[in-house]
């Protein structure tokens, strides 16, 4: 079946790098997702890569995969108070539906 | 450009009544997908529509309905609320398909 876990909560220091992990079961999906979520909301769709990569560089965004271990990472170079949101990994085939895993908190302390 | 916009922002609904939300997808995508986000979880797909036909759907019961239009703009419609139906619900849009942007969400409490 199809499952996306993430880890809850993060909190870092301002200037200090951020990663988020997030673990996935579906070996078909095609891509993988990060999208951030403000309160009040809608989701912005931050980056994604594609499952025959292993790793995605978009300015301080860097996303790692391991597709062996179903691992995704996403770091966040040079945290600011701006980042403070909620993270949510997604994965989907092309064209199809997105399965988001609870999302984490990150919390960036000034 | 213009991104994706929902309608309403917010609405207080009552058990039993049915609502009908209302989505504009970014100029020249033809595929909107529908999600629910309960409090505090991430979005659960109800279904997508790519150009009018229904093109997969979730595990949500018929009473939720969908409609596309030719403008690629869309309906979901849920009959008979349930308490359980309160969410946010977040409309999407794409036209390669592997990159959907969503709308800033409708906010639903059923009372």
């Known amino acids: 079946g199809e499952d996306v876990e993430q880890s809850l909560f993060l909190s870092v220091r301002e200037g200090d790098s951020s990663v988020i992990n997030c673990t996935y079961t579906d070996s078909s999906s095609t891509y993988l997702y990060w999208y951030k979520q403000e309160p009040g909301a809608g989701l912005q769709l931050l980056t994604y890569i594609f499952s025959n990569m292993d790793m995605k560089q978009d300015q301080r965004l860097t996303v790692l995969l391991n597709k062996k271990d179903k691992h995704l990472s996403l770091r966040i170079a040079d945290t600011q108070t701006g980042d403070s949101a909620i993270y949510f990994c997604?994965?989907?085939?092309?064209?199809?539906?997105?399965?988001f895993g609870a999302g984490t908190i990150l919390r960036v302390k000034s | 450009e213009t991104g994706v916009t929902q309608s309403p922002t917010h609405l207080i609904k009552t058990r039993g009544q049915q609502v009908t939300l209302r989505c504009s997808s970014q100029?020249?995508?033809?595929?909107v997908s529908w999600y629910q986000q309960a409090l505090g979880q991430g979005p659960q797909f109800i279904f997508q529509?790519?150009?009018?036909?229904?093109?997969g759907r979730g595990n949500f019961p018929p009473r939720f309905s969908g409609l596309q239009f030719p403008n690629y703009s869309s309906e979901l419609n849920v009959n008979a609320l349930e308490l359980d139906d309160s969410a946010l619900y977040l409309c999407?849009?794409?036209?390669?398909?592997?990159?959907?942007?969503f709308g800033p969400g409708t906010r639903l409490t059923v009372l």
């Open positions: 999407a849009s794409s036209l390669t398909g592997n990159e959907q942007f």
């Open positions: 997604a994965e989907g085939s092309y064209g199809n539906k997105l399965v």
């Open positions: 100029s020249g995508h033809n595929t």
């Open positions: 529509y790519y150009r009018e036909e229904e093109n």
